[in-house]
C-alpha cells in the first residue's frame, strides 16, 4: 500500500463496492521500491505483497508489506508492513475514498520509524479511457502534509499510461517528484515500466521495472 497513488490503484480502490464480502491479494517483484518518488530499497530489489477485505458496503481493510533498506545497514530495518482500512464511495460520478494507515518497521533496532497517517483521495475517469486522480495525507505525529496528483490513459484492454506529481506542503523538506510510466497485462500479470525522480538532489532518479499479479 505503501506506495505513490496513480489513478490505477485509486480507481481499483474507489469502484463501487461489490454486495458481497471480498477478499483479494497480490504479490510483486520490484527493481526498487518507491514511495513518494523517493526509492525504500536503496534502489535495489523489493518483494511486496497484501491482502484486502472489500466488505461489500463501501468499508474495507487490508495489510501490505515490502522489503526496504533505507541506508545499506542490515541492522536498521528490512520490512516495512503496513495496516490501512477506509470507505470508498461514488457521488456524482466522483469516486471517494477517506481512511487511515500505520506503518510499522517491526526490526528497527536503532530508532521509531513506525508512523500513522490520515489520507482522502479523489478520482474520475472520462470518456475516452482518460482520467484523473489525487490524494491528500497528513500525518499529525511528524506534523506532515503530502499531495499528489495523477493522470491515465487506457490505450488498450491491455496497456495503460500515467503519470504522477506529489510534493509535502508540510514537512520532510517539502520536497517534490514525480514518475512516468506504463503498465502492460498479459496472461493475468501486470508488467509496469516507470521514471522516478525527485527535487532532493543527489543521484535520485531511476527507471523501475516491476512484475505484480493480483488474486
Given at each position: 500500500?505503501?506506495?505513490l497513488?496513480v489513478l490505477?490503484?485509486l480507481?481499483a480502490?474507489?469502484a463501487?463496492?461489490?454486495?458481497?464480502?471480498?477478499v483479494s491479494?497480490?504479490?510483486t517483484?520490484?527493481t526498487d521500491y518507491?514511495?513518494?518518488?523517493v526509492?525504500q530499497?536503496n534502489?535495489d530489489?523489493?518483494?511486496?505483497?497484501?491482502?484486502?477485505?472489500?466488505?461489500?458496503?463501501?468499508f474495507?481493510?487490508?495489510?501490505w508489506?515490502?522489503?526496504?533498506?533505507f541506508?545499506n545497514?542490515?541492522?536498521?530495518?528490512?520490512v516495512?508492513?503496513?495496516?490501512?482500512?477506509g470507505y470508498a464511495f461514488?457521488?456524482?460520478?466522483v469516486?471517494?475514498?477517506?481512511?487511515?494507515?500505520y506503518y510499522v518497521?517491526p526490526?528497527?533496532?536503532t530508532?521509531?520509524l513506525?508512523f500513522f497517517?490520515l489520507?482522502?483521495?479523489?478520482?474520475?475517469?472520462?470518456?475516452g479511457?482518460?482520467?484523473?486522480g489525487?490524494?491528500?495525507?497528513w500525518d499529525?505525529?511528524?506534523e506532515?502534509?503530502y499531495?499528489?496528483?495523477?493522470g491515465?490513459?487506457a490505450?488498450?484492454?491491455?496497456l495503460?499510461?500515467d503519470?504522477?506529481?506529489?510534493?509535502?506542503?508540510?514537512?520532510f523538506?517539502?520536497?517534490a517528484?514525480?514518475?512516468?510510466?506504463?503498465t502492460?497485462?498479459v496472461?493475468?500479470?501486470?508488467?509496469d515500466?516507470r521514471?522516478?525522480?525527485n527535487?532532493?538532489g543527489?543521484d535520485?532518479?531511476?527507471?523501475?521495472f516491476s512484475?505484480?499479479k493480483s488474486?
Amino acid at each position: 500500500m505503501r506506495k505513490l497513488l496513480v489513478l490505477g490503484a485509486l480507481v481499483a480502490a474507489t469502484a463501487t463496492p461489490a454486495l458481497a464480502q471480498e477478499v483479494s491479494g497480490n504479490v510483486t517483484l520490484t527493481t526498487d521500491y518507491h514511495w513518494r518518488n523517493v526509492t525504500q530499497s536503496n534502489q535495489d530489489l523489493a518483494v511486496q505483497g497484501g491482502f484486502d477485505v472489500d466488505f461489500g458496503t463501501g468499508f474495507y481493510l487490508g495489510t501490505w508489506a515490502s522489503t526496504v533498506d533505507f541506508n545499506n545497514d542490515p541492522d536498521d530495518t528490512n520490512v516495512e508492513i503496513d495496516f490501512y482500512g477506509g470507505y470508498a464511495f461514488s457521488a456524482g460520478g466522483v469516486d471517494l475514498d477517506f481512511g487511515a494507515i500505520y506503518y510499522v518497521y517491526p526490526d528497527s533496532e536503532t530508532s521509531d520509524l513506525d508512523f500513522f497517517e490520515l489520507y482522502a483521495a479523489v478520482g474520475r475517469e472520462f470518456e475516452g479511457g482518460f482520467g484523473l486522480g489525487g490524494s491528500l495525507n497528513w500525518d499529525p505525529d511528524n506534523e506532515t502534509v503530502y499531495a499528489d496528483i495523477s493522470g491515465a490513459f487506457a490505450v488498450s484492454d491491455v496497456l495503460s499510461i500515467d503519470a504522477g506529481y506529489g510534493t509535502y506542503l508540510e514537512g520532510f523538506g517539502e520536497y517534490a517528484g514525480w514518475n512516468l510510466g506504463g503498465t502492460y497485462s498479459v496472461a493475468g500479470v501486470d508488467l509496469d515500466l516507470r521514471y522516478y525522480d525527485n527535487d532532493i538532489g543527489g543521484d535520485q532518479d531511476n527507471v523501475v521495472f516491476s512484475i505484480s499479479k493480483s488474486m
